[in-house]
């Protein structure tokens, strides 16, 4: 199991706002990063920080945190969209990753 | 524009050795912003990151792996390697290197290589 969790499973119409969380006690003390992978791909980064979006990543994606939980936000979803979502953080160490367990977008 | 490429065998027996190796091109591995990391994905299944290395050779590993796990870096080559021992069916899985922010974001990945446990 993981020590990030994430709902498997998200489906949000087209053009409509979806939000993806992430919960875990290491959220306290550092932001998540945020990883889409699409089929057969590596993961992309498209989140990180305090809702600071890689140079590429669409307007359409920002990123919040309170307390324990971290969320994606997707505003206008379209079907590109539609990947696997992954949360991480470091972990009480400071020093390791952990992984969450993804949660699975569909577009309608 | 700097690319990772991972290298290796894509079969290894049980009880045997897994070794991979990642190359780094269009930059320099010995950059101070970046560590250089592992991560893995069983068939199906989610994201595992497996550990770091900086370019001094400091390390960090995921601690469910720590007995088994061994990553090393050669500058002159511009390379980073992952050793893992003693391997079971468990370790199959899409390996990927990956570039390690200084705060923790990985944001730039190699395409990954399939690795089966198998005899």
């Known amino acids: 199991s993981s020590e990030l969790t994430q709902d498997p499973t998200v489906s949000v119409a087209l053009g409509q706002t979806v939000r993806i969380t992430c919960q875990g006690d290491?959220?306290?003390?550092?932001?998540a990063g945020w990883y889409q992978q699409k089929p057969g791909q590596a993961p992309v980064l498209v989140m990180f920080?305090?809702?600071n979006r890689p140079s590429g990543i669409p307007y359409r994606f920002s990123g919040s945190s309170s307390g324990n939980t971290a969320s994606l936000t997707i505003t206008g979803a379209q079907a590109e969209d539609e990947a696997d979502y992954y949360c991480?953080?470091?972990?009480?160490?400071?020093?390791?990753?952990?992984f969450g367990g993804g949660t699975k977008l569909t577009v309608l | 524009q700097l690319q990772l490429q991972e290298s290796g065998p894509g079969l290894v027996k049980p009880s045997e050795t897994l070794s991979l190796t990642c190359t780094v091109s269009?930059?320099?591995?010995?950059?101070?912003?970046?560590?250089w990391t592992w991560i893995r994905q069983p068939p199906g299944k989610g994201l595992e990151w497996i550990g770091s290395?900086?370019?001094?050779?400091?390390?960090y590993y995921n601690p469910s792996l720590n007995s088994r796990v061994t990553i090393s870096v050669d500058t002159s080559r511009g390379q980073f390697s992952l050793t893992l021992t003693s391997v079971s069916a468990a370790d199959t899985a899409v390996y990927y290197c990956?570039?390690?922010?200084?705060?923790?974001?990985?944001?730039?990945w190699g395409r990954g290589t399939l690795v089966t446990v198998s005899s």
């Open positions: 990956a570039r390690r922010r200084m705060d923790y974001y990985f944001d730039l």
């Open positions: 269009g930059g320099s591995i010995s950059n101070s912003n970046y560590y």
């Open positions: 290395i900086y370019y001094s050779g400091s390390t």
């Open positions: 290491y959220l306290r003390s550092y932001y």
């Open positions: 920080g305090h809702n």
């Open positions: 991480a953080s470091r972990d009480s160490s400071g020093n390791r990753v952990v």
